[in-house]
Nanobody, 112 residues
Framework: QVQLVESGGGLVQPGGSLRLSCAASGSIFSISVMGWFRQAPGKQRELVASISRGEGTYYQDSVKGRFTISRDNDKNTVYLQMNSLKPEDTAVYYC??????WGQGTQVTVSS
């Protein structure tokens, strides 16, 4: 089972940007789908975006046009570029390989 480590979270003002990274301990080349989830306080964890091995993507409606998911198989890393951030994007963000591996999460706080 691959180990996943997220980074790149932090405090940002509304309208700002962050780029999250998810580094895998092994090759992600053969992993069919990688994704980013988030969980806000008192809410269920939800899928934000995913990317297939063929680089097909899915986005939750609330982030379409603002977030971009990408994967670098050479670096075994998946990214989530988040632009035009809103307070409602505040959550702990997790990456997953949809095969049971999860990272520890990285906190994103959008506040003025």
């Amino acid at each position: 089972q691959v180990q996943l480590v997220e980074s790149g979270g932090g405090l940002v003002q509304p309208g700002g940007s962050l780029r999250l990274s998810c580094a895998a301990s092994g090759s992600i080349f053969s992993i069919s789908v990688m994704g980013w989830f988030r969980q806000a306080p008192g809410k269920q964890r939800e899928l934000v975006a995913s990317i297939s091995r063929g680089e097909g993507t899915y986005y939750q409606d609330s982030v379409k046009g603002r977030f971009t998911i990408s994967r670098d198989n050479d670096k075994n890393t998946v990214y989530l570029q988040m632009n035009s951030l809103k307070p409602e994007d505040t959550a702990v963000y997790y990456c997953s390989d949809f095969r049971g591996s999860w990272g520890q999460g990285t906190q994103v706080t959008v506040s003025s």
